[in-house]
């Protein structure tokens, strides 16, 4: 089993409609982050979370919001979709602190919106 | 204000020979470095890094030069294989005022392709 898992790998939805993604980990990491990748622009930050009372928004929160049910589960939403949010989302996972390895990331939610 | 910068989207090698991808920083306050490298469909998974006190970090076929001063690094690849072929993000980290979170910031990347 992945150490970072998240449900769905695929998702296409219509504009308008509520969607979440979900990633939920076993490493024990206290630190969740959400990512959307987009083409030409790398990895961006949308939410981060240092543990379950500490939710903080990263530099595209706008149109997102995140629930962190657990240490272990870390959701995204889309409370509304809108085409421009067709992007490859990733979950993230780190230690309090520096690690030689930094995050450890899932495999990923390729979204599409119509 | 993007303060991680790979400006070459894209980089082409032969098999056998150096693959040498770059990363420029503009935040003086990152002090440890990290490059991941992704290929499709899967997530990032982290490849070498190296802190601010060293100038290079080697592993294996990798190395990571740090030079500070020009605020720059670079990943060295030799030699290259075909199964590099991949996106490869840099990434930078700093003890942040107030705390010590350790955000990384990435760069946009680099689509490596090794030809056989």
């Known amino acids: 089993d992945a150490d970072v898992t998240q449900t769905p790998r695929n998702r296409i939805t219509k504009t308008g409609k509520r969607i979440m993604l979900e990633c939920s980990q076993t490493k024990g990491h206290d630190r969740m982050y959400w990512y959307r990748q987009d083409p030409g622009l790398g990895l961006r930050l949308i939410y981060y979370s240092f543990d379950v009372k500490d939710i903080n928004k990263g530099e595209i929160s706008d149109g997102y919001s995140v629930s962190r049910q657990a240490q272990a589960k870390f959701s995204l939403s889309l409370e509304s979709a809108i085409p421009n949010q067709t992007a490859l989302y990733f979950c993230?996972?780190?230690?309090?602190?520096?690690?030689?390895?930094?995050?450890?990331f899932g495999s990923g939610t390729r979204l599409t919106v119509v | 204000d993007q303060q991680v910068k790979q400006n070459s989207p894209s980089l082409s090698v032969q098999e056998g020979r150096i693959s040498i991808l770059n990363c420029d920083y503009t935040n003086s306050m990152f002090d440890y470095f990290l490059w991941y490298k992704k290929y499709p469909a899967e997530g990032p998974t982290f490849l070498i890094s190296?802190?601010?006190?060293?100038d290079k970090n080697e592993d294996g076929r990798f190395t990571v030069f740090l030079n500070k001063s020009a605020k720059h690094l670079s990943l060295h690849i030799v030699p290259s294989q075909p199964g590099d072929s991949a996106v490869y993000f840099c990434?930078?980290?700093?003890?942040?005022?107030?705390?010590?979170?350790?955000?990384?910031?990435f760069g946009k990347g680099t689509l490596l392709t090794v030809n056989p």
């Open positions: 990434a930078a980290s700093a003890i942040s005022r107030g705390g010590s979170n350790y955000k990384l910031t």
């Open positions: 993230a996972t780190s230690q309090p602190g520096r690690t030689s390895y930094g995050y450890t």
């Open positions: 190296i802190s601010s006190i060293k």
